[in-house]
């Protein structure tokens, strides 16, 4: 039986995604599609926000083994002449894009400073985010079938299908891998699932706050979105609901408009990370990593004692907290 909590969650769900659908669409129109739009970045697509800091991108279609069509964006600085040649792939988080490589703005994200450096940098999309949302047969606003997928094939399809299509166009042998969260995740996944894929075809690994369980998450309130999603999946999937998070959508919507309309938007947008986030010192050591990856060259410690698992994305400490120790391993070329 799911529990009250559970239960309150799901229905404000439906419910706030029926007020979004039936009542604000019919009666304010595009005012609150207006709203979030009206900040200088949010309206802002992948190429359009890193034209604005002198960076230039092209978009990429990479087709998966079982019909995903994703896209993947390539970006550089526009004073760089020749790059270095060992591409490097930025791989985002659950819920993510690749627009949250460049959240924390020019002097915190780390898309800006790899690019920077002349990089050969590539940003990937896992399937059903807004910019990989996409089928050769399935259309996902008719097929729920399209999202009938997990973290699992996104580890077995997406990664492989981006990796073997870089390396194809760029005509080199290996790519260097920054994956954050689920992002590091789905390589550990093409690992297993594909043996010896990642030694002939990844040159360096970079796991930025690396999930592999969620067993011991100290979020209550993520633990119950999270369970509260698994055990009404088959109502949702009945009313037509197949996106929570989609973007335009209720949860992204209400989440916008209080950040950008509220007085007090950064005290109330920084509380509400903090309680999806958990801070956990000492879970996950060395050692750990160790044992279960003979391979690993390092298990690096951030130094701010406070630094959590958000700040990997959204930090804007990100460039003297992380980028000096990713500017170290891409430099690295294993023998």
């Given at each position: 039986?799911?529990?009250?909590?559970?239960?309150?969650?799901?229905?404000?769900?439906?419910?706030?995604?029926?007020?979004?659908?039936?009542?604000?669409?019919?009666?304010?129109?595009?005012?609150?599609?207006?709203?979030?739009?009206?900040?200088?970045?949010?309206?802002?697509?992948?190429?359009?926000?890193?034209?604005?800091?002198?960076?230039?991108?092209?978009?990429?279609?990479?087709?998966?083994?079982?019909?995903?069509?994703?896209?993947?964006?390539?970006?550089?600085?526009?004073?760089?002449?020749?790059?270095?040649?060992?591409?490097?792939?930025?791989?985002?988080?659950?819920?993510?894009?690749?627009?949250?490589?460049?959240?924390?703005?020019?002097?915190?994200?780390?898309?800006?400073?790899?690019?920077?450096?002349?990089?050969?940098?590539?940003?990937?999309?896992?399937?059903?985010?807004?910019?990989?949302?996409?089928?050769?047969?399935?259309?996902?606003?008719?097929?729920?079938?399209?999202?009938?997928?997990?973290?699992?094939?996104?580890?077995?399809?997406?990664?492989?299908?981006?990796?073997?299509?870089?390396?194809?166009?760029?005509?080199?042998?290996?790519?260097?891998?920054?994956?954050?969260?689920?992002?590091?995740?789905?390589?550990?996944?093409?690992?297993?699932?594909?043996?010896?894929?990642?030694?002939?075809?990844?040159?360096?690994?970079?796991?930025?706050?690396?999930?592999?369980?969620?067993?011991?998450?100290?979020?209550?309130?993520?633990?119950?979105?999270?369970?509260?999603?698994?055990?009404?999946?088959?109502?949702?999937?009945?009313?037509?609901?197949?996106?929570?998070?989609?973007?335009?959508?209720?949860?992204?919507?209400?989440?916008?408009?209080?950040c950008i309309l509220s007085p007090t938007a950064s005290i109330l947008c920084g509380a509400g990370a903090g309680t999806i986030d958990s801070f956990h010192p000492?879970?996950?050591?060395?050692?750990?990593?160790?044992?279960?990856l003979p391979n690993m060259l390092e298990a690096y410690k951030v130094s701010d004692p406070s630094w959590n698992h958000m700040d990997m994305a959204y930090s804007?400490?990100?460039?003297?907290?992380?980028?000096?120790?990713?500017?170290?391993?891409?430099?690295?070329?294993?023998?």
């Amino acid at each position: 039986m799911a529990s009250k909590p559970n239960v309150i969650f799901f229905l404000l769900l439906v419910t706030i995604t029926f007020v979004k659908t039936q009542i604000l669409g019919n009666l304010l129109g595009n005012t609150v599609e207006g709203l979030l739009g009206s900040t200088e970045d949010f309206a802002l697509n992948f190429t359009e926000r890193t034209a604005r800091f002198g960076f230039e991108s092209d978009e990429h279609k990479v087709i998966t083994e079982d019909g995903y069509v994703l896209t993947v964006f390539r970006m550089r600085k526009k004073d760089c002449g020749e790059l270095n040649k060992t591409p490097v792939i930025l791989w985002h988080a659950l819920t993510q894009t690749a627009d949250d490589w460049l959240a924390a703005g020019i002097n915190g994200s780390l898309a800006y400073p790899i690019a920077g450096e002349c990089h050969d940098l590539w940003l990937a999309n896992d399937r059903g985010n807004y910019y990989s949302r996409a089928h050769v047969r399935l259309n996902p606003d008719k097929d729920s079938k399209f999202w009938d997928y997990s973290f699992d094939e996104i580890g077995r399809y997406d990664v492989p299908a981006t990796i073997n299509y870089i390396l194809k166009y760029t005509g080199e042998d290996k790519v260097n891998f920054i994956g954050f969260s689920q992002g590091a995740t789905s390589l550990l996944i093409s690992c297993s699932e594909r043996p010896r894929y990642c030694d002939s075809k990844v040159n360096v690994f970079l796991g930025l706050a690396p999930a592999v369980k969620i067993s011991n998450m100290k979020s209550t309130l993520l633990r119950v979105v999270l369970e509260s999603l698994n055990q009404f999946k088959g109502i949702l999937t009945t009313l037509g609901i197949n996106e929570v998070l989609a973007r335009g959508g209720a949860t992204q919507d209400l989440t916008g408009l209080l950040c950008i309309l509220s007085p007090t938007a950064s005290i109330l947008c920084g509380a509400g990370a903090g309680t999806i986030d958990s801070f956990h010192p000492g879970s996950i050591t060395g050692e750990t990593w160790q044992t279960e990856l003979p391979n690993m060259l390092e298990a690096y410690k951030v130094s701010d004692p406070s630094w959590n698992h958000m700040d990997m994305a959204y930090s804007q400490n990100i460039n003297t907290m992380i980028f000096p120790k990713v500017k170290e391993y891409l430099n690295y070329n294993k023998q």
